[in-house]
């Protein structure tokens, strides 16, 4: 069973946009949120630039809510507006055929692949891209591809 197609020009539509979008810039405004943060977390751990990139690398591609201080409670206002206007405004799209299981294989698999793929690009310009612990974690990375 298919489900009719969603139009910029319809209601639904345009909820699922504004939706998409809002819920998108709260990773954006965290990223900014993060980067105006980093002299200060570099000054508590007493850190360079190298490992402060692994912050707002870790961060980035996790979307992660792990906050420094408080400066993530702004979140929480666009968090609630995202999550009360999907309930109210976007139509469901779950598939008939669908499972209820969730792919914690696929999702530790996908942590491994981004985990090594994002040490060797980062720590290779240091290391050289023959160091051993450059070469293990991108193999591990791309062990992970294939099960993500």
Known sequence: ????????????????????VLGSG?????????NI????????????VAALQW???GYTLTLAAASWRWIFFIDIPVAVTVIVLSVRHLPESRSPDAGGTTDYL????????????????????ALGW????VLIMASLGLI?????
């Open 1 to 20: 069973m298919e489900s009719p197609g969603l139009s910029y020009s319809s209601a639904a539509g345009r909820w699922v946009l504004a939706v998409s």
């Open 26 to 34: 709260i990773a954006a405004l965290d990223a900014t949120v993060v």
């Open 37 to 48: 943060a980093l002299p200060v977390i570099g000054r508590d751990f007493g850190t360079g």
């Open 55 to 57: 912050v707002m690398n």
């Open 106 to 125: 696929g999702a530790a698999a996908m942590v491994v692949f981004l985990t090594g793929i994002t040490f060797a690009f980062i720590e290779a310009p």
């Open 130 to 133: 023959s160091s051993p612990v």
């Open 144 to 148: 992970g591809l294939p099960s993500s």
